[in-house]
């Protein structure tokens, strides 16, 4: 598989030889025999893709969505993305700053640094956007050209979705190059990366590249980002007027939507409502055993799955394709807080959008569909114990499942020794993550790779 064009001399791994094939059909019942060859042998293709949809769950790791895979349908059960018929994995780690040009690994990455290696094929350190590494984290990096970009430059159609603010790390690495992932609106970057402003001829905020961008559909959370005022006065929606966007705030906007202009959709102040609540993890036995209070977005966000769908409608018809990214941004966000309900409800709405995509592929062969995590997360299932003797060293959640069983989800990535009474933010973890494919040379992430290859398959150009 190739590996995109590289800057760092720090070198990867040869690709793995162990092949991991997904099964490639609709869902199966407990014991229902199932063969994958079928889908398999439809998905060899080594013609470049036409269109692309890269899904990507933050956070979601195998314990992610092992979690919600039992939690919502059983040990039996299974989810959309497990009728995609390739799978491999990916890691992910970034690299530390320094005088260059090789630079040490950091094999604990964050979400810029992790979006930045398929954005772009190069690694990065934590913290930063679609720019290359420097000597500190308060000096720009050299910007890198993204895949989006290099979409529209090859006359193909555009669109970024996500769950949090449009303005967040991984939707923000396809049309915007800062050195800190903080400077979101233009207030954030006079504050925090003051020679990155347009006063100070730089590009400006995350918020101002993204609209300067004129991406065909870019929808989500982060409106607080782009009612920030622009060193010119407006603020940043009025910029995006002034461009000629359908800016619109609510899901009947969204509907209404008809493609004619580029559509910037913003449905939150900050991050979009999460689906699911329930009891934050404590400690020692944990919470006790139960279901998840479900039905918590208002009416007036839409889900994560209808803005794919909306976006899908919008981008479909180009001659030349589209490329279109999708991501359930709260995974990590509740995995961080450690509650598993709301970790496992944004999983199974990620899920939701993954199976739009796969309806989409089923009628439109040329697409290709990428699905993956920007890094591993902190949660595992661990056995719960009645009696208390081996209760975990953190924090814990007990859900009673889809099988009527106990399922305990721990957290023990954060939270000192002794442990905080309410756990504090837990850490990412540096395991590799999955890769789900299916379509035009989904075999590309068969065995094991590094997430900077993804950069050569998103433009249709894996070997």
């Given at each position: ?13 040869g690709?793995?030889?162990?092949i991991?094939?997904?099964l490639?059909?609709?869902?199966l019942?407990t ?6 060859t079928?889908?398999?042998k439809?998905?060899l293709s080594t ?10 769950g933050d956070?979601?790791?195998v314990?992610e ?6 939690y919502?349908?059983?040990a039996g059960?299974?989810?959309?993305v497990?009728?995609?018929p ?5 890691t ?8 260059g040009p ?13 979006g930045t290696?398929?954005?772009t ?9 679609s ?6 984290i308060?000096?720009?990096g050299?910007?890198l050209p ?12 555009t ?5 949090a603010?449009?303005?967040d ?8 190059h800062?050195s ?7 207030q954030?970057t ?6 990155e402003?347009?006063?100070a001829g730089g590009?400006?905020?995350?918020a ?8 065909d559909?870019?929808?989500?959370g982060g409106?607080?980002r782009f009612e920030?005022?622009t ?6 929606v ?10 619109v ?7 209404a939507?008809?493609g004619s202009?580029p ?9 979009m409502?999460?689906?699911w609540?329930?009891?934050?993890a404590?400690l ?19 889900s ?5 769908t909306k976006?899908?409608q919008?981008?479909d018809g180009?001659d030349?394709g589209f490329?279109?990214q ?6 990590d ?10 970790q ?12 739009v ?5 089923a009628?439109?062969?040329?697409t ?7 890094h ?11 009696k ?10 007990n859900?009673?499942t ?7 989800v ?5 939270g000192?020794?002794?442990a905080?009474?309410v756990?504090?933010s ?9 890769v ?14 590094d997430h900077?290859d ?5 433009q249709?150009k894996?070997?």
């Open positions: 598989m190739s590996k995109g064009t590289r800057r760092l001399p720090l070198a990867i791994g690709v793995g030889a162990a991991v094939l997904g490639g059909g609709a869902s019942a014991g229902a025999k199932h063969d994958a079928k889908g398999v439809a998905n013609k470049a893709p036409k269109n692309v949809i890269y899904l990507l956070g979601m790791g314990s969505i092992t979690a919600a895979r039992y919502q349908y059983g059960g299974r989810m959309n497990d009728r995609l390739f799978t491999g994995f990916d992910t780690w970034s690299v530390k700053p320094g005088p090789t630079y040490l690994p950091d094999y604990d990455p964050d979400s810029a640094s992790t290696m398929w954005a094929g190069q690694k990065t350190i934590d913290e930063r956007i720019q290359g590494p420097s000597t500190a308060d000096v720009p050299e910007n993204t895949v989006l970009e290099l979409a529209q430059k090859a006359g193909k159609k669109g970024n979705v996500s769950t603010e449009i303005t790390a991984t939707p923000a690495v396809l049309a915007s800062m800190l992932r903080g400077c979101q609106g233009p954030d006079a504050a925090d990366c003051k020679t402003t347009k006063a590009l400006g905020s995350i101002e590249q993204m609209v300067a961008h004129k991406a559909v870019t929808l989500g409106l607080g920030q005022k060193d010119a006065g407006p603020t940043v009025d910029y995006a007027k002034g461009l000629g966007y359908d800016v705030e609510d899901a009947n906007g969204l509907a939507a008809d202009k559509l910037l959709g913003l449905f939150n102040a900050g991050n409502t999460t689906e609540k329930g009891p934050q404590t020692g036995d944990g919470t006790p055993a139960g279901r998840c209070e479900t039905g918590r977005r208002p009416a007036n966000e839409p994560l799955s209808a803005m794919t976006a899908l919008l981008l180009s030349k490329f279109l999708v991501e359930g941004a709260s995974i966000k509740q995995d961080h807080a450690a509650s598993a309900c709301g496992i409800g944004e999983t199974i709405a990620f899920d939701d959008a993954i199976g995509a796969m309806d989409y592929q009628g439109h062969p040329g290709l569909v990428v699905v993956t995590a920007d591993s997360h902190t949660s595992q299932i661990v056995a719960e114990d009645s208390g003797e081996g209760n975990p060293t953190g924090y814990s959640n859900l009673t889809a099988d009527g069983q106990t399922m305990r721990a957290y023990g990535t954060a000192g020794n002794p905080a009474p756990p504090p837990q850490q990412h973890t540096g395991a590799a993550v999955p789900w494919a299916a379509g035009p040379q989904a075999s590309a992430v068969l065995g094991t790779n900077t993804k950069f050569a398959l998103l249709g894996a070997e």
